[in-house]
């Protein structure tokens, strides 16, 4: 809002605070208009809070604290937790503020304390003991359950700020009562959480026993396990065959054998390979060999023969015959010593083909041994692994168990005391200043509320700012109550003296003076009025047109027998009808007889000429009218009167029908100097000359 302020032009702004000040002008005016009823209420108030105050028993409250930690010293498993977090701090403390508040802990405080069966401790809560059993339970139960209750309703339990401590303040009219029962309270804390300790300690002496036997069983499975598959694997690689008692040394040996027996096949299949695609005569073999040498020269020497034989003879010839037959035998003896020879080759490649097997499948049995080795041994680690965790799990949950079962019964608490709670040497409510204060701002609040309901919803007229608001006249004076008795003219002295200054020639030469309703006491407003302008001297004649009720014969004490009825009807003269009241000053023209329709003589033109007549022998005319609302009178007595004064009975007119009588008034063209406010309540009129009105 500043800032769209500082944006808007300074005669925007101006007007603006000129609001602000005249609406704040106007409820200070509303608030002091009312103030009575301001002090009223906080006088009201302040009393009730007093009384509140002597009638409340003293309450005491003492205190006790306690400082909560994480882990307690040397509790198992404290070198393992981590550094807590803010949010399980927090979690800890509303835990142990919910401990606090629960039914098991009170009914321990009760325990501690004998308070069941006590009758001091009733006393000190202002309750009444228990007499009897209630349904199905005993009077000790039905006594059990109300000091829980009245345990939990009066313990009052504060956690300041986000330390660890708490504060543990219990509340009643006794205040030993109230330190023992703090006190118990802390103790019951400390000792229950001991509790909790030693049996979440036993619980886990009982875990680890279980799981300790566990590991037991399991390492004795393991090293079983391990001994057996031991024993097996040894008994297996026992029964292979090993040259040098080496897996390693045996392979590296039949890898030199298998390379020789590779060289040796390729050797001698080289060998075969020429001799069975060769002929006999070139074979290497054959052409080393002497005995083929030998008779290889005999079949040449026999080849020759036949050749020359053949020249000399045909081959008929028996010599002929003899020497073809001598070289097919040598021919046969060639051919059947090259076969064998090409035999022994094959047989040599033959040989050396099943030695390189043989030695190719020795070389697999072995590395197909030397990897189930391995595997035992791999498994045979396994196992053995095995064996070591559950032997160093076995130790651990041992040296753990023993650490526990050593530090059971002295382990230090999680809570530890801080402060006692001592006796309170004052009470703690009610706190006298604090129910004064609040009952001071109470009753101003509701006094402010009530003047603001007073003056929303009550639009009675009580003085010159609600009759300015609200019909806009000008108040000439005020009256206090004085009855239905003749007013004294001290009172309407000031209000004489403001006539004198009601228009610019000064005192009106006729002035009119009515009312919005009847009983508002007009009628004596004029006859006072007429007697205070006679002191002040001036002549001043009193017409009583009200011929509906006169009363001025009355309040003159005279007794008329002709009046204005009788010059409005021509049946008298108005100097004859003119009487004496007895005062200096003032005369009175009286009603006379009572016409049935009296608005018909007041709209004729001889009220016109009657006021004429007398207007010039007086210094001013007061006209008593009939009320305005209802009637028509007073409008037609209005337009022929110079001013009008309107009477206003205190509190009793409310803006609505007023504004409507003022308005009737105006529109029959009277001009209203001011209104009178006629028997006011409460402290005389104070005039301010910068309030409305």
């Known amino acids: 809002m500043g800032s769209v302020d500082m944006l808007l032009p300074v005669e925007t702004q101006v007007p603006r605070a000129g609001r602000f000040v005249a609406a704040a002008r106007h409820s200070w005016a509303v608030l002091r208009r009312h103030r009575v009823i301001l002090f009223v209420t906080m006088a009201l108030c302040l009393l009730a809070g007093l009384i509140f105050i002597l009638m409340s028993t003293p309450d005491y409250r003492a205190t006790a604290s306690v400082e909560v930690q994480d882990v307690p010293a040397g509790a198992a498993g404290a070198g393992s937790t981590g550094r807590p977090t803010p949010e399980s701090t927090e979690t800890l403390m509303q835990t142990e503020l919910e401990v606090l508040r629960t039914r098991a802990l009170a009914d321990e405080v009760a325990r501690d304390?004998?308070?069941?069966?006590?009758?001091?401790?009733?006393?000190?809560?202002?309750?009444?003991?228990?007499?009897?059993?209630?349904?199905?339970?005993?009077?000790?139960?039905?006594?059990?359950?109300?000091?829980?209750?009245?345990?939990?309703?009066?313990?009052?339990?504060?956690?300041?700020?986000?330390?660890?401590?708490l504060r543990i303040s219990f509340v009643s009219a006794d205040p030993v009562l109230s330190a023992r029962v703090a006190n118990s309270y802390a103790d019951s804390l400390i000792r229950t959480d001991l509790k909790r300790g030693f049996e979440s300690g036993v619980q886990a002496?009982?875990?680890?026993?279980?799981?300790?036997?566990?590991?037991?069983?399991?390492?004795?499975?393991?090293?079983?396990?391990l001994a057996v598959y031991a024993t097996q694997t040894a008994s297996h690689d026992g029964a292979a065959p090993a040259l040098d008692g080496s897996v390693p040394a045996r392979l590296a040996q039949l890898n030199g054998y298998r390379t020789q027996a590779l060289t040796d096949r390729i050797a001698a299949q080289k060998r075969w390979e020429s001799a069975r695609r060769a002929s006999a005569e070139t074979l290497p073999e054959v052409l080393g060999n002497g005995a083929m040498q030998a008779l290889m020269t005999q079949r040449a020497n026999a080849r020759a023969m036949v050749v020359q034989e053949r020249q000399f003879r045909k081959d008929g010839h028996p010599e002929?015959?003899?020497?073809?037959?001598r070289l097919a035998v040598l021919d046969d003896q060639a051919e059947s010593m090259a076969n064998g020879i090409r035999a022994s080759l094959k047989e040599e490649y033959d040989v050396a083909v099943h030695g390189e097997r043989?030695?190719?499948?020795?070389?697999?049995?072995?590395?197909?041994?030397?990897?189930?080795?391995?595997?035992?041994?791999?498994?045979?680690?396994?196992?053995?692994?095995?064996?070591?965790?559950?032997?160093?799990?076995?130790?651990?949950?041992?040296?753990?168990?023993?650490?526990?079962?050593?530090?059971?019964?002295?382990?230090?608490?999680?809570?530890?005391?801080?402060?006692?709670?001592?006796?309170?040497?004052?009470?703690?409510?009610?706190?006298?200043?604090?129910?004064?204060?609040?009952?001071?701002?109470?009753?101003m609040a509701l006094g402010i509320l009530l003047v603001a309901a007073r003056h929303i919803f009550d639009d009675a007229v009580?003085?010159?700012?609600?009759?300015?608001?609200?019909?806009?006249?000008?108040?000439?004076?005020?009256?206090?109550?004085?009855?239905?008795?003749?007013?004294?003219?001290?009172?309407?002295?000031?209000?004489?003296?403001?006539?004198?200054?009601?228009?610019?020639?000064?005192?009106?030469?006729?002035?009119?003076?009515?009312?919005?309703?009847?009983?508002?006491?007009?009628?004596?407003?004029?006859?006072?009025?007429?007697?205070?302008?006679?002191?002040?001297?001036?002549?001043?004649?009193?017409?009583?047109?009200?011929?509906?009720?006169p009363a001025q014969h009355r309040l003159f004490r005279l007794t008329p027998t002709h009046g204005i009825s009788e010059v409005l009807t021509g049946q008298a003269q108005v100097r004859d009808v003119i009487m004496d009241s007895g005062v200096a000053g003032v005369a009175l023209l009286?009603?006379?007889?009572?016409?049935?329709?009296?608005?018909?003589?007041?709209?004729?033109?001889?009220?016109?000429?009657?006021?004429?007549?007398?207007r010039d022998d007086y210094d001013t005319l007061l006209i008593d009218a009939p009320p305005i609302l209802g009637l028509d009178d007073t409008p037609l007595l209005a337009a022929k009167a110079q001013a009008s004064l309107l009477v206003v009975e205190w509190g009793r007119n409310h803006h609505g029908g007023l504004r409507t009588a003022v308005d009737r008034l105006r529109r029959s063209g009277a001009a209203i100097v001011g209104a009178i406010l006629t028997k006011q309540q409460g402290r005389a009129f104070d005039y301010d000359y910068h309030r409305g009105g």
């Open 320 to 325: 002929m015959r003899e020497a073809r037959a």
């Open 462 to 549: 009580t003085s010159a700012d609600t009759l300015a608001e609200r019909v806009g006249l000008p108040l000439i004076g005020a009256v206090p109550v004085t009855g239905d008795n003749v007013q004294p003219p001290d009172i309407f002295a000031p209000i004489a003296s403001s006539l004198l200054l009601a228009s610019v020639d000064g005192l009106p030469r006729s002035l009119l003076v009515t009312s919005a309703q009847e009983g508002e006491g007009k009628s004596l407003t004029v006859h006072a009025l007429a007697l205070a302008l006679a002191r002040l001297g001036k002549r001043v004649l009193v017409i009583d047109a009200d011929m509906r009720r």
């Open 590 to 614: 009286p009603c006379g007889a009572v016409p049935p329709n009296p608005a018909e003589l007041l709209s004729t033109r001889a009220l016109d000429m009657l006021l004429a007549s007398v």
């Open 358 to 443: 043989q030695i190719a499948a020795e070389i697999t049995a072995l590395e197909r041994q030397a990897q189930a080795a391995q595997g035992h041994d791999v498994q045979r680690g396994i196992l053995a692994r095995q064996a070591d965790t559950y032997r160093m799990l076995h130790d651990s949950l041992l040296q753990r168990y023993r650490d526990m079962a050593s530090q059971a019964g002295f382990q230090a608490g999680r809570i530890q005391p801080l402060d006692r709670a001592a006796v309170p040497d004052r009470p703690f409510s009610p706190r006298i200043g604090l129910i004064l204060l609040v009952a001071a701002l109470g009753g």
């Open 113 to 165: 304390l004998a308070l069941v069966g006590t009758p001091t401790f009733f006393q000190g809560m202002g309750h009444d003991r228990p007499v009897g059993g209630k349904g199905s339970q005993s009077q000790r139960q039905v006594e059990q359950d109300m000091v829980a209750r009245l345990l939990r309703d009066n313990l009052e339990v504060e956690l300041p700020g986000k330390s660890r401590v």
């Open 205 to 225: 002496r009982r875990f680890l026993l279980g799981e300790l036997d566990g590991a037991r069983r399991d390492l004795a499975r393991a090293e079983r396990d």
